[in-house]
């Protein structure tokens, strides 16, 4: 993590990464991550499979998400809850869906 960071390219970040990112150098956007537009082009290009170090990666940025915001994924008493939304380097509307609340559990 930098403290200056390039600005964002739509190419690597997708449409709404790339609003992300660029409003969180202005405004008080709540923390987060993007998984790059490369690990979606890996996955169609290696036979439906992730990238190899994808899964690592997304569980440090989620255990660093917990700290940030006081809270465990998956936890019953207080979860932390994440949204993922698709977001390609051209908008599609209508083509992916919005995941919300993702870590309530119920049960």
Same mark, same amino acid.
């Given at each position: 993590?930098?403290?200056?960071?390039?600005?964002?390219?739509?190419?690597? @970040?997708?449409?709404?990464?790339?609003?992300?990112?660029?409003?969180?150098?202005?405004?008080?956007?709540?923390?987060?991550?993007?998984?790059?537009?490369?690990?979606?082009?890996?996955?169609?290009?290696?036979?439906?499979?992730?990238?190899?170090?994808?899964?690592?990666?997304?569980?440090?940025? @989620?255990?660093?998400?917990?700290?940030?915001?006081?809270?465990?994924?998956?936890?019953?008493?207080?979860?932390? @809850?994440?949204?993922?939304?698709?977001?390609?380097?051209?908008?599609?509307?209508?083509?992916?869906?919005?995941? @919300?609340?993702?870590?309530?559990?119920?049960?």
């Amino acid at each position: 993590i930098t403290s200056n960071p390039p600005p964002p390219d739509r190419n690597l @970040l997708g449409g709404k990464g790339k609003g992300l990112a660029d409003m969180s150098r202005n405004l008080p956007v709540p923390p987060g991550f993007i998984i790059s537009t490369e690990a979606c082009v890996y996955y169609r290009n290696n036979k439906l499979q992730f990238p190899p170090e994808l899964e690592q990666q997304i569980f440090a940025s @989620l255990e660093i998400l917990e700290k940030q915001m006081g809270s465990k994924f998956g936890d019953a008493e207080n979860p932390l @809850l994440v949204s993922c939304r698709s977001g390609a380097r051209v908008s599609m509307p209508g083509m992916m869906e919005t995941i @919300l609340d993702l870590g309530l559990n119920w049960g």
